[in-house]
């Protein structure tokens, strides 16, 4: 297939073996790679033009070692680490709208003061992301989650007081 890869901007050739087509949206393919042999999500619309080539071997991938994939994914996101528990705490009255439109797989727990996101993934930017968009509201309960989050937030603010310095 030819590919769009929007972390480099560009469109190149892909030979995959595809195992499983997510509906979305946005649809995504879950597929072996064959220029890293690894598991990888890949966005349908981001498929310049695809065509099956059978001088190209297909590359079957075990159920298990799929399923743990889609597991530790978030949001059609994966990270290199290991899957890992991150928890962070949206406040009310934020928290009425946040516990009902979590990404897939994350799970809502209500306390006191709002409610506690939690979620099992090797996707740690995709939930720093949802969290620094929630801005003040949320609270990331995991010493793994507060570093990424504070990194995001950081580049943000940088960004965003250059553009109010030339303004002013």
Avoid at 60 to 88: I, P, T
Avoid at 91 to 113: F, H, I, Q, S, Y
Wanted: glycine share 8%; with cysteine.
């Amino acid at each position: 297939m030819k590919y769009f890869t929007a972390g480099r901007g560009d469109v190149g050739d892909r030979h995959v073996s595809v195992h499983r087509v997510l509906l979305g949206p946005p649809a995504r393919i879950v597929a072996t790679c064959h220029r890293s042999n690894t598991l990888k999500t890949f966005r349908v619309d981001s498929i310049v033009t695809a065509r099956l080539d059978r001088d190209e071997p297909f590359r079957s991938v075990e159920d298990a070692a799929l399923e743990s994939y889609l597991r530790a994914s978030l949001d059609g996101f994966r990270g290199d680490g290991a899957a890992q528990l991150v928890s962070f705490l949206v406040r009310n009255p934020d928290a009425r709208w946040v516990k009902n439109n979590l990404l897939p797989g994350m799970k809502a727990e209500p306390v006191t003061e709002g409610v506690r996101i939690s979620v099992h993934t090797a996707a740690l930017r995709r939930v720093a992301q949802f969290v620094v968009g929630l801005g003040a509201s949320a609270l990331p309960e995991s010493p793994t989650l507060a570093r990424e989050v504070a990194a995001l937030a950081r580049g943000a603010l940088e960004a965003a007081e250059t553009v109010l310095g030339a303004s002013e």
